[in-house]
């Protein structure tokens, strides 16, 4: 079992940044791959980033590309979402999930993670 914590969310205008952050207790969180969905209203769930165990293997929604970067940080528990060049698209409510495999080729399916946080909002004026 796996309990996820997002923090780092909040009002910013277009072009800034922000740093999400998700804290995980529980056993073994250096095991699981870990990834970052977001949902804005009305629109489904989708995928932006997830990261391998080890931190060696990383992916990105098209979307998203260059402008985030996810790590890592076995010791501390925590996994982080470093996003810049915002914009009023990115808008939307940030998801923490793990899975307990590998990263493998469904990294971006959110019905292959097992545990979710509950979420931190991501505003991002014009």
């Known amino acids: 079992q796996v309990q996820l914590v997002e923090s780092g969310g909040g009002l910013v205008q277009a072009g800034g940044s922000l740093r999400l952050s998700c804290a995980a207790s529980?056993?073994?969180?250096?095991?699981?791959?870990m990834g970052w969905f977001r949902q804005a209203p009305g629109q489904e769930r989708e995928f932006v980033a997830a990261?391998?165990?080890?931190?060696?293997?990383?992916r990105y929604a098209d979307s998203v590309k260059g402008r985030f970067t996810i790590s890592r940080d076995n010791a501390k528990n925590t996994v982080y979402l470093l996003m810049n060049s915002l914009a009023p698209e990115d808008t939307a409510l940030y998801y923490c999930?793990?899975?307990?495999?590998?990263?493998?080729?469904?990294?971006?399916?959110?019905?292959?993670?097992?545990?979710w946080g509950q979420g931190t909002q991501v505003t991002v004026s014009s």
């Open positions: 990261i391998s165990w080890s931190g060696g293997a990383t």
């Open positions: 529980g056993r073994a969180f250096n095991t699981y791959t």
């Open positions: 999930a793990a899975r307990p495999s590998s990263i493998g080729s469904n990294y971006y399916s959110a019905t292959q993670y097992a545990y």
